[in-house]
């Protein structure tokens, strides 16, 4: 059983930035492929980031390549999404999600293969 708590949402202007943090409980968070999702009202959930167990490989939605940055620090079981140039179409609610996984490289862009999800932490980018 793995926890995620999602922590740093709030709101800001247009352009500006906001770094969202989510710490994990599992013991073994390093075999944990990690990624970030984003709901907005009336929208399905879509994928924004992935990182793979290592940090080796990282992937991206267009939407968010070039202004999001995903990463991790196995030492504080902790993964965070560097969020700049902040859009008012970013909105969202942002969830992070967990794999267990075997292979270091592996990143996941579908919401189906995550095992464990956080709650939820609320973006709004006002224009």
């Known amino acids: 059983q793995v926890q995620l708590e999602e922590s740093g949402g709030g709101l800001v202007q247009a352009g500006g930035s906001l770094r969202l943090s989510c710490a994990a409980s599992?013991?073994?968070?390093?075999?944990?492929?990690m990624g970030w999702f984003r709901q907005a009202p009336g929208k399905e959930r879509e994928f924004v980031a992935a990182?793979?167990?290592?940090?080796?490989?990282?992937l991206y939605a267009d939407s968010v390549k070039g202004r999001f940055s995903i990463s991790r620090d196995s030492a504080k079981t902790a993964v965070y999404l560097q969020m700049n140039s902040l859009k008012p179409e970013d909105t969202a609610v942002y969830y992070c999600?967990?794999?267990?996984?075997?292979?270091?490289?592996?990143?996941?862009?579908?919401?189906?293969?995550?095992?464990?999800w956080g709650q939820g932490a609320q973006v709004t980018v006002a224009s």
């Open positions: 999600a967990s794999k267990l996984v075997f292979i270091y490289t592996s990143v996941y862009e579908s919401s189906q293969a995550y095992d464990y």
């Open positions: 990182i793979s167990w290592r940090g080796a490989k990282t």
């Open positions: 599992a013991r073994t968070f390093s075999m944990y492929a």
